[in-house]
């Protein structure tokens, strides 16, 4: 086993253990593609989708925040090409049966049987999930789980005009659940059948698209400096033409050194008017832009920056995941930011069975829990494997309440990553 998959394999083992995700209806023999976030997980998700609305939404003032409907009306993935298009290449071994994404696999040999020359030909598969809408089950009552949130902003951006009438270049962003029925999910939650996207669409001027463009690429930089993603473990990837969506005029992937190598993070893509003008010739409805004061018209040209939740979750873990030597053991910790951190400050008595020290300690952690919210009590165990839970889980600073905080009112606060300790009145924490 290489490096990387021994460390995919402890970032994994870890994240189940200290409950930040846990596999897909495990109990009853798993999902295939699906995973469940346990307290700590949910929390560091949260923490970053809130990083990402506060940063692209909430401290702008060119955008507006939607929230669409997952189910939405047939027309809209016929309109787009999903119905069509969407659509990944499925082979089966004539041995076992099983199937795989042909553009996945590693020469011809079955990765679940091992039998050599045994797939078949490539036929492609449309990866949207299917379903009926309402009693009645017929064509009419077709729909879609969503396989982006895309849709739900272009639908939604003659409402934005009418509404708010934003001058140009304006977003809208929109965070939530995407479906998608991969034939071979894989790679812990990097590629699933069910997560979370972040998704912006942008609005331009035809000739401006250029600009807007280089303006978000820097941002989508500043959005992985403020993840803590180390800058060399990122790539920009300029698309060629030939694998390009063919909506897109210009994409630009950015990629990350994970553990699995290098795959894609998120994306960046001019999309141009494809969008609004398919919404414009099957919706009857003129989606052009009025520019206030004047008389002129357009469909304004659009670029999205694409954000994934998991693979953000997925890259913040890889970067935070570290090992060192403390007293002669190997110590295992998460190097996690600050401002995502599912636990920010951890309050402990140095012992538990001594009641004045835990009174005190109580005091301690209902002051910082006022004041951060993001705070654990933790009294199990002795201090030592405290300090090491806590590392594991990726806590800044344990804050200790010992004697001499009953002489002189000061704690003992011990960094996560130096592990040093230092002795400070508790209001100024």
Known sequence: MDNRNEKMESIVSLAKRRGFIYRGSEIYGGLSGTWDYGPLGVTLKRNITNLWWKMFVEERDDMYGVDAAILMNQRVWQASGHVNTFTDPLVECSECKSRFRADHLEGDTCLNCGKKDCFSEPKQFNMMFKTNVGPVQDESSVSYLRPETAQGIFTNYKNIVDSFYP???????QMGKAFRNEISPRDFIFRSREFEQMEIEYFVKPDAWGESFEHWRKAVWQWCEALGLPKDSIHELEVPEADRAHYSKRTIDFEFDFPIGREELLGLAYRTDFDLNNIQREAGKSMEYTVKGSNEKFVPHVIEPSFGVERAVMAVLSSAYSEDEVNGETRTYLKLPENIAPVRFAVSPLVRNKQELAEKAREVYKMLKSKYGRVMWDDNGNIGKRYRRQDEIGTPNCVVIDFQTLEDG????????????????????
């Open 167 to 173: 001058d140009l270049p304006f977003g809208i962003a």
């Open 410 to 429: 000061t704690v003992t606060v011990r960094d996560r990553d130096t592990t040093e300790q230092k002795r400070v009145d508790p209001a100024s924490i």
